[in-house]
């Protein structure tokens, strides 16, 4: 059985290490931010997302260790496409802020190789740790998985203050910022939910757009593998109805949004 325990809100290193854990690397992600993109997916994440598919990059203590010099010996060689076509280098997993130090020695020796960056994360983290990565980010995609507190918690297993606060702190440093958000019949559907993540977003003057992301299935296979329970395998993906019925939830408020 999977079992699901809420993790302490990422605290700060004492430390800089020189080498990460990492899931996989993918040399040309099309959905990870502008442009053509080398994605990095790190190991370990604090939430453990009823909906999560890569369960694989959850422990820490998987994955295979890199160090820094060698991530960009292998970005560099992607630097001309990445030029061309307005991308970039994005960190997801898992979860990068876990991995702070090395997120963070990434992002700023990609940004003196004038590569742009993006950080893919929940926000659960303490403010000086995002801050620390943050300054070397060009673009945050920030998934806010519920707005609703209960529906946060069963979804997630951890609360959704701290994300919520990383979004006012983006807000409040004119971050550049895509919020992503998972539709889940059943789950964040509810009108509530959805009208107050609307409103929530609807001040904050540095996002860009909101990516309304369907749910689907394609990870399940990885949870039976693993021997997890997948609590999620009787919902259905939304409807184009239902998904169009939050797009426009969303734009009641201004928000520009995308599918």
């Known amino acids: 059985m999977r079992a699901r325990m809420a993790t302490n809100v990422l605290a700060p290193s004492e430390s800089t290490p020189l080498t990460g854990r990492?899931?996989?690397?993918?040399?040309?992600?099309?959905?990870?931010?502008?442009?053509?993109?080398f994605v990095v997916f790190t190991q370990g994440c604090p939430l453990r997302c009823l909906y999560c598919h890569n369960p694989d990059t959850q422990a820490l203590r998987d994955g295979r260790e890199i160090s820094v010099d060698a991530l960009m010996s292998e970005i560099t060689k992607y630097r001309s496409y990445m030029k061309f076509t307005g991308g970039g280098v994005t960190l997801t997993g898992g979860e990068p802020l876990i991995q702070r130090d090395f997120t963070r020695e990434v992002f700023r020796?990609?940004?003196?190789?004038?590569?742009?960056?993006?950080?893919?994360?929940?926000?659960?983290?303490?403010?000086?740790?995002?801050?620390?990565?943050?300054?070397?980010?060009?673009?945050?995609?920030?998934?806010?998985?519920?707005?609703?507190?209960?529906?946060?918690?069963?979804?997630?297993?951890?609360?959704?203050?701290p994300s919520l606060r990383f979004a006012e702190y983006l807000n409040s440093i004119n971050k550049k910022t895509w919020i992503r958000f998972v539709l889940v019949p059943g789950v964040t559907d509810s009108a509530a939910n959805v009208e107050g993540l609307a409103q929530f977003l609807a001040p904050m003057t540095n996002i860009e757009k909101v990516e309304i992301l369907p749910f689907h299935k394609m990870g399940e296979y990885k949870w039976e593998r693993m021997g997890f329970n997948y609590e999620l395998k009787d919902t259905p993906s939304p409807s184009v109805a239902q998904v169009q019925e939050v797009v426009e939830t969303f734009r009641k408020y201004n928000l520009t949004v995308d599918v």
Do not use: N
Request: hydrophobic letters at 35%.
């Open 22 to 37: 990492i899931h996989s690397l993918e040399s040309g992600g099309m959905v990870d931010g502008p442009g053509i993109r």
């Open 109 to 161: 020796r990609c940004q003196e190789l004038g590569i742009h960056t993006t950080l893919d994360t929940s926000g659960f983290a303490h403010q000086s740790v995002a801050a620390d990565v943050v300054q070397h980010v060009d673009l945050v995609m920030l998934c806010i998985k519920a707005f609703d507190p209960d529906t946060h918690t069963r979804l997630t297993g951890v609360p959704r203050e």
